[in-house]
């Protein structure tokens, strides 16, 4: 069974970047077709969906968060690892990875962006941006 875990700062200064790594066992990020995902939920909001990168390493991103994330993997370790800039406080939250199996339209395959349908997801971690 997969698991995955998440890693990286507990806190980040306001305007700096936010790193987070995702180290997946049990499965390889590279199996078709599957699609990992960064998730995050704020205080007393609910899940956000922050962007994915699938099996074959194509990325896609929230358009409320395009401008400042980049997600990558490094195949060799099977993980793969979200980078948000420019943070402010409301970059607060429990942040969560993610894999769902991606979805079809005949031939043609997409990766969800309904965090609901992100079915093995990490144990989370928080991360507070503060001065």
């Known amino acids: 069974q997969v698991q995955l875990q998440e890693s990286g700062p507990g806190l980040v200064a306001p305007s700096q970047t936010l790193s987070l790594t995702c180290t997946v066992s049990?499965?390889?990020?590279?199996?078709?077709?599957?699609?990992w995902s960064w998730i995050r939920q704020p205080p007393g909001k609910g899940l956000e969906w922050i962007g994915v990168?699938?099996?074959?390493?194509?990325?896609n991103y929230s358009p409320s968060l395009k401008m400042r994330t980049s997600i990558s993997r490094d195949t060799s370790k099977n993980q793969f690892s979200l980078q948000l800039s420019s943070v402010t406080p409301e970059d607060t939250a429990v942040y969560y990875c993610?894999?769902?199996?991606?979805?079809?339209?005949?031939?043609?395959?997409?990766?969800?962006?309904?965090?609901?349908?992100?079915?093995?997801r990490g144990q989370g971690t928080q991360v507070t941006v503060s001065s």
């Open positions: 993610a894999r769902a199996r991606m979805k079809s339209i005949g031939r043609y395959y997409y990766s969800p962006i309904d965090p609901n349908e992100y079915n093995y």
């Open positions: 990168i699938n099996y074959a390493g194509n990325t």
């Open positions: 049990g499965g390889s990020i590279t199996t078709s077709y599957y699609a």
